[in-house]
């Protein structure tokens, strides 16, 4: 992918028997829309969500069925990210990066981590962006250096992990041991001497995140912990997490535009001008405006489901669609948020509609990075026969 060369992996699900519909369903109407708004409000990690999605073998979706995971593939994650953002945007983050650190994990992980994930037992996210290089995730400044007893010496100021503290493990990315290189990948056990997360995170949105800044000082890891090869961590990042991250980041974001256009037409179909007899869906102006949010919406699905397709089917544009996807939808959210605080008016300003929690989590997404400037850049260079970096 760096070289724009096509994605390699094998995106289809390898074992269809897992209902993962049914699955997320019965969390969100169990758990997930029970504490979302409360999670919100307190600002706390979604721990009993994360439990109910691991007893219902949520955790466990991408994992390979020969370490005992559900063997799901892309779309399935996207269709259980896409309902679990419509309902609770910070336990769709928190359960999106984890799926990203799985692709990667699973590629190149031991088999007692695979296993533990597949058991539902793990849960892993990405550390990759730091205070000295901020979004520009693919120049680390972190060290990793040989303590002389068999062990790495790992050393970073990482600038935002999701799920810091309350995740097992972190994907964590350095500049390389000895290799030539961008980046090495080690897997790092969150309980690890020498890290101390900054918490508690107090965002605009995605409230119950946990995405705090987390310090490794002299953080120590067997050479084993490594995953893949020294200098590789890069490829390994855009070749294996970085697809993930960008369409289930597009699902993440396409879950918020549905309920808010769903809250929309509620408000349009049961709010009523007593003075003309006539509800407010009867009005042409809101009727026009609310058209444009669903057509918005239904692009970014479409835009989506043929991403998806083009993974599975090998197409040749796989890797433009994916690196398109994410701004597609990242983009689309805050304007579809916007226009229905428009839309619903005062009632969205209060908290009354729902709309509000939506809207403040829509903003997130466009600055993860890859954030949509660097892209707009990758996707410039992929069309021009560029290199992406
Ligand atoms: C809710 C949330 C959760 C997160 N979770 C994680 C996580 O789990 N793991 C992780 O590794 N990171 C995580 N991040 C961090 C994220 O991936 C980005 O690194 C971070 O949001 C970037 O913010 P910054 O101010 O540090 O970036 P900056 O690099 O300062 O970017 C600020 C703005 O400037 C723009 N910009 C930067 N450079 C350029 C350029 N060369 N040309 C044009 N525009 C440019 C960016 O596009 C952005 O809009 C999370 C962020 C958020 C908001």
Redesign the pocket.
């Known amino acids: 992918m760096r070289s724009g060369r096509p994605l390699s992996l094998p995106w289809e699900a390898a074992s269809m028997s897992f209902d993962h519909v049914s699955a997320v369903s019965a969390v969100i109407d169990d758990q997930v829309a029970v504490h979302a708004a409360e999670i919100d409000r307190t600002g706390t990690f979604p721990r009993a969500n994360l439990d109910g999605l691991a007893k219902a073998g949520l955790l466990g979706l991408l994992s390979a069925p020969e370490v005992g995971g559900r063997g799901a593939g892309l779309r399935a994650a996207a269709h259980v990210i896409e309902r679990l953002g419509s309902t609770c945007g910070s336990t769709a983050?928190v359960l999106l990066?984890h799926y990203a650190a799985t692709a990667i994990i699973e590629a190149h992980g031991s088999e007692e981590t695979r296993r533990a994930i597949a058991r539902d037992e793990h849960l892993s996210?990405?550390?990759?962006?730091e205070a000295g290089s901020?979004?520009?995730?693919w120049a680390p400044l972190g060290t990793a250096s040989a303590n002389g007893d068999g062990q790495v010496r790992l050393d970073a100021r990482?600038?935002?992990?999701?799920?810091s503290g309350d995740a097992d493990s972190y994907v964590w990315s350095s500049r390389p041991l000895q290799a030539e290189g961008p980046m090495s990948l080690w897997l790092v056990p969150s309980d690890a001497p020498g890290l101390t997360v900054a918490g508690p995170f107090d965002?605009l949105?995605?409230r119950g995140?946990g995405?705090n800044p987390v310090t490794g000082e002299a953080v120590p890891v067997p050479k084993g912990a490594m995953l893949g090869t020294d200098g590789a961590g890069l490829d390994i990042a855009l070749q294996t997490a970085l697809p993930h991250f960008l369409v289930l980041n597009a699902a993440f974001s396409l879950g918020l535009m549905e309920t808010l256009v769903a809250k929309a037409a509620a408000h349009l179909v049961n709010t009523r001008l007593d003075h003309l007899d006539q509800s407010l869906a009867e009005q042409p102006t809101q009727r026009l405006a609310f058209a444009d949010l669903r057509t918005r919406t239904d692009g970014v699905r479409a835009f989506l489901d043929d991403t998806l397709t083009a993974l599975e089917t090998g197409r040749e544009d796989a890797t433009l669609r994916v690196l398109q996807v994410k701004s597609v939808a990242g983009e689309a959210a805050p304007e579809v948020a916007d226009g229905v605080m428009r839309l619903c008016g005062g009632s969205a300003f209060r908290k009354e509609v729902g709309v509000e929690r939506a809207f403040r989590d829509a903003l997130?997404a466009?600055?993860?990075?890859p954030?949509?400037?660097?892209l707009r850049?990758f996707v410039g260079r992929a069309s021009l026969g560029l290199p992406l970096m």
């Open positions: 983050m990066m996210t990405l550390a990759f962006s901020r979004s520009h995730f990482k600038s935002w992990i999701t799920s965002g949105g995605l995140n995405s997130a466009r600055v993860m990075a954030t949509t400037e660097a850049d």
